[in-house]
C-alpha cells in the first residue's frame, strides 16, 4: 500500500496542474476580451484598423467562453471518474472504504395529499415531478433488476402505493393534456406528429414517456385482473401518445395481446378494447402487428377443444373479427394470406393423400381457422373490400368435408356444413349443401341397425371424429340423423321463397323417401316424412304465387319475388325450421351444461356491443379506489397480512373452484371418451379403420368409467350378508 501511494499522488497532481492550466486558459479568455475593450477605448483608430484588416482577432463572443467553461467542467467530472475507479482498485488490495449512503425521503401518504392537492389547485410543474418519481418508485417496487441507487424515493406502504396509482391512473392523462394544450380526450396521431416538432413537447415529453413505460412495467408485474383491468382502461384514453414512441407502441401491443389470449374473466375485454382503440388512432403504425399477432393468439388458444371451452373460443373468434372489422381493406390483405394458408394444408393432404397430412386437416386448429373466416365473412361479407374472400373460403370447406368420406368423421361433415349453410345465408349465395348430407343419409351405418346398444349421449360440437364402439349405438345415429335434417331444412329454407324451389327440392326430396323405406327407425321416419312434408307444401306455395307472374326466369324482376312473404317468414319451411332450432336448442342444452367463466353472454358478442362510451369508462373510475384498495404491493406477499374473513371467503372459493373443476372433468369424460377410448389408433386416418369386427382391447380410460358405475365391495358383502340371514329365516 505504501509503494502505491506515491504513484497515486503523482497522478493526482498532475491532473491538479491540468486542472489549473484549464482554468488559466479560460482567465486568459477573459482578460483578451478585456484588453480588447480598453484598447478601443484609448486607441480607436488603431482599432478601426484592425477591424478592417483583421476581423477574426476582434469577433471574440461569449460562446467561446462558456463552451471552454463547460468542457473544463466535463473534463473535471471524467476526472472524478477515473478517481473513483482508481480508489475502487485499491480497496481491492488494501483497506475498504464505507461507502456513505445518501439518505432517501420516505413517502407518506401526507406528501401524496400534498401533491395531489397542489396539482388539482394550481398545477405546479415541481408537484407533477415529485409525483411522477412515487410513481416511477411504486412501478419498480420490488423488481431485482431495478437499481435502487436511481430511485429519489424509498419504500413506501399499501396504502401509499394505492394513493399514488389511483390517482396517477386517472388524472395523468388530463394533466399531460393541459400541459400540451390538446383535447380533453380523443385525438389524432397527425396532432401528435405536429407536436413533435413544437417547444412545449421538447419540455414535457419525458413526462409522458415515464407516465407510459413506468405504467408498461407495473402492467406486467400485476397478477390481478381486475387491476391489469383498470389500468387498461386508464391507459387506453392516453395511447395517442404512442404515436411518438414506436419502441413503447410495440411493447404495448405484445403486452395486451399476451392479457388476451391469457387472461380470464373481464381481461380479454378490457385488452381487446385497448387494441381496438389503438388501430383506430393510429392506423397503419400498429395495424398489421395488431392483426398478425391476436390471429395467432387464437390459433394458439383454440388447439384444443372440450365442452367447458367452447363459448369460450367462440368468444375469442367474434373478438377477432370485431378488431379486424377496424380496416376492412387491411383486414382482407391478412385474411387472404392466412385462408390461402389452409388452402395449401389442403392441396397438400389431397395430393399426397396420407394420414400426417390428413391429420392436419382433420385437427381443431385448421376446423377453427374456418370457424373464425366463417365468422368474418358473415360479419363483413356484404362489404366490397371483403367479399372475393367468400369463393375460395367455401371451396376449402367443402373440400375439408369431402376429403375422407367415411362414418367416423361425420360430425367434422357436419361442422362444414354449418359452416356453408352460414355463408350461404349471409351473402345470399348458393352452396350445393344437400349433396353432403343425403350422402350422409346413404351411409351404412346410418341406415342399419345399431348393434352397439344405446350408448351415451354425442355432443358433435365438441368432437371432429368418433370411435368404432360408439359408431355402432344408436345415440350416435340418432345424433346424425337429427342434425341432418336439421341442415337440410336449414339449406331448403334458405331458398324457400326462390322462384325455383319447386326444381331445386325435387332430388332432395326423392332420396328423403327412399330413406324412408330403407330405415327401419320409427323416430327416424317420422322425422323425414315431416321435412317432406313441408318441402312438398312449401313448393306448393311457391307454384301458386308463380301462377299469377307473367315475367321471365331471366327477367331481373325475378329478385323481387316474394319480398314481402321473405320479410315476414311466411313460407311453410321457413316456420318449420323455426321450431326445429329449439327443439334442437334444447336437445344440446341437456347434453353439456358448461362452466365457462367468460359466460354465455360474451360468446354472443355483436358487431357493434363492443363500443363503449367515455361516460362508461367514467363511471368506473369509482372503481379504482376499490380495485386498488388491498394490500398488494409488487414483491410482496400479503397473505400473511390478510384477515381471517378474506381466508374464509377464499376457502369458499377454491372448494366452488375444485367442484367446478370435478364437473368439468366429468363433462369431458362423458363427451369426449370415444377419442380417449382409440388412443392411438384414434389418429389412423386409412380404410382400414373402418373395418369391422375386430376386437379392441380395453384401455385404462374404459375402467375409470366403470368404477362410476359398479357397486362397491363393501355393498356387495353387506348385500351378501342379508341374502344369508334370510335364508336362515326361511
Known amino acids: ?218 402492467l406486467r408485474q400485476m397478477t390481478d385482473t381486475d387491476m391489469i383491468s383498470f389500468t387498461l382502461r386508464r391507459l387506453k384514453h392516453s395511447s395517442i401518445f404512442l404515436a411518438a414512441f414506436p419502441i413503447l407502441l410495440r411493447k404495448y401491443v405484445k403486452t395486451a395481446l399476451d392479457l388476451w389470449g391469457l387472461g380470464g374473466g373481464a381481461l380479454p375485454i378490457a385488452s381487446l378494447l385497448f387494441l381496438r382503440d389503438l388501430c383506430i388512432r393510429l392506423g397503419s403504425d400498429c395495424l398489421d402487428e395488431c392483426f398478425k399477432g391476436i390471429y395467432k393468439a387464437y390459433v394458439l388458444n383454440c388447439q384444443f377443444m372440450n365442452a367447458a371451452k367452447l363459448q369460450h373460443v367462440q368468444f375469442l373468434g367474434n373478438c377477432v373479427i370485431e378488431l379486424y372489422g377496424v380496416d376492412l381493406p387491411t383486414a382482407y390483405q391478412h385474411a387472404f394470406i392466412f385462408i390461402r394458408q389452409l388452402a395449401m394444408i389442403l392441396r397438400e393432404a389431397l395430393s399426397s393423400k396420407t394420414k400426417e397430412a390428413f391429420r392436419k386437416v382433420y385437427e381443431w386448429k385448421f376446423m377453427n381457422c374456418l370457424e373464425l373466416w366463417t365468422g368474418a365473412v358473415c360479419a363483413y361479407g356484404s362489404e366490397a373490400d371483403f367479399r372475393p374472400v367468400v369463393y375460395p373460403l367455401a371451396q376449402i370447406i367443402y373440400g375439408a368435408a369431402r376429403l375422407v368420406p367415411t362414418a367416423r368423421y361425420l360430425p367434422l361433415r357436419l361442422r362444414c356444413i354449418r359452416m356453408l349453410n352460414r355463408i350461404a345465408a349471409s351473402t345470399g349465395t348458393f352452396t350445393p349443401v344437400s349433396m353432403l348430407l343425403l350422402d350422409m343419409l346413404e351411409m351404412k351405418e346410418l341406415n342399419r341397425p345399431t348393434t352397439g346398444g344405446v350408448g351415451k349421449a354425442v355432443d358433435l360440437r365438441t368432437i371432429l371424429k368418433v370411435s368404432k364402439p360408439t359408431l355402432k349405438t344408436r345415440a350416435f345415429q340418432e345424433a346424425c340423423v337429427l342434425s341432418v335434417v336439421d341442415e337440410l331444412a336449414e339449406h331448403l329454407a334458405q331458398w324457400s321463397y326462390s322462384i325455383a324451389f319447386p326444381e331445386l327440392s325435387f332430388i332432395p326430396g326423392v332420396r328423403l323417401r327412399g330413406f324412408c323405406k330403407s330405415t327401419k327407425v320409427e323416430r327416424f321416419r317420422r322425422a323425414t316424412r315431416e321435412l317432406i312434408r313441408q318441402i312438398e307444401a312449401n313448393s306448393q306455395f311457391i307454384t301458386e304465387r308463380r301462377k299469377a307472374i307473367s315475367f321471365l326466369p331471366n327477367d331481373p324482376a325475378v329478385a323481387s319475388f316474394l319480398e314481402d312473404e321473405k320479410r315476414s317468414e311466411a313460407s311453410p319451411l321457413s316456420q318449420y325450421v323455426l321450431s326445429l332450432r329449439q327443439i334442437a336448442q334444447q336437445r344440446n342444452d341437456s347434453l353439456v351444461e358448461s362452466s365457462v367463466l367468460v359466460g354465455e353472454n360474451s ?128
Open 1 to 218: 500500500m505504501e509503494a502505491k501511494n506515491p504513484v497515486k499522488k503523482s497522478k493526482l497532481g498532475k491532473r491538479k496542474s491540468d486542472e489549473e492550466t484549464q482554468k488559466s486558459s479560460g482567465g486568459q479568455a477573459k482578460q483578451h476580451k478585456e484588453q480588447l475593450e480598453r484598447l478601443h477605448e484609448k486607441d480607436p483608430e488603431f482599432y478601426d484598423f484592425l477591424k478592417e484588416h483583421d476581423q477574426e482577432l476582434l469577433q471574440f463572443d461569449d460562446e467561446d467562453i462558456e463552451e471552454d467553461l463547460d468542457t473544463n467542467l466535463e473534463d473535471e467530472e471524467t476526472q472524478e471518474g477515473d478517481e473513483i475507479e482508481e480508489d475502487e482498485d485499491t480497496s481491492d488490495h488494501g483497506v475498504k472504504k464505507k461507502e456513505k449512503e445518501t439518505p432517501k425521503k420516505v413517502i407518506t401518504s401526507e406528501m401524496v395529499d400534498s401533491w395531489c392537492n397542489m396539482i388539482r389547485e394550481t398545477g405546479k410543474l415541481s408537484a407533477i415531478h415529485s409525483l411522477m418519481k412515487a410513481f416511477r418508485t411504486a412501478c419498480h417496487y420490488g423488481d431485482d433488476k431495478e437499481d435502487e441507487s436511481t430511485l429519489d424515493f424509498s419504500i413506501m406502504s399499501s396504502s401509499v402505493f394505492n394513493k399514488v396509482m389511483v390517482f396517477v391512473l386517472n388524472e395523468m392523462d388530463g394533466i399531460i393534456r393541459n400541459l400540451l394544450e390538446l383535447p380533453a380526450f380523443g385525438g389524432k396521431k397527425e396532432t401528435i406528429i405536429d407536436l413533435m416538432s413544437t417547444k412545449r413537447w421538447k419540455n414535457y415529453n419525458h413526462l409522458v414517456k415515464s407516465y407510459l413505460g413506468n405504467a408498461l412495467h407495473v
Open 603 to 730: 360468446a354472443v358478442f355483436g358487431k357493434r356491443k363492443i363500443q363503449e362510451s367515455d361516460e362508461e369508462d367514467d363511471t368506473r373510475d369509482e372503481e379504482g379506489t376499490t380495485v386498488f384498495s388491498s394490500s398488494w404491493l409488487p414483491g410482496v406477499d400479503s397473505k400473511d397480512k390478510e384477515p381471517k374473513d378474506v381466508k374464509k371467503k377464499k376457502k369458499r372459493k377454491t372448494e366452488q373452484e375444485e367442484r367446478v373443476a370435478i364437473d368439468e372433468d366429468i363433462v369431458e369424460d362423458l363427451v369426449l371418451s370415444s377419442d380417449e377410448e382409440d388412443g392411438p389408433s384414434s389418429d389412423a386416418l386409412s380404410d382400414a379403420d373402418e373395418e369391422e369386427g375386430k376386437p379392441e382391447p380395453s384401455k385404462p380410460g374404459s375402467k375409470k368409467q366403470k368404477r362410476y358405475t359398479n357397486p362397491s365391495k363393501k355393498n356387495i358383502k353387506s348385500q351378501a350378508k342379508k341374502s344369508r340371514k334370510r335364508k336362515g329365516v326361511k
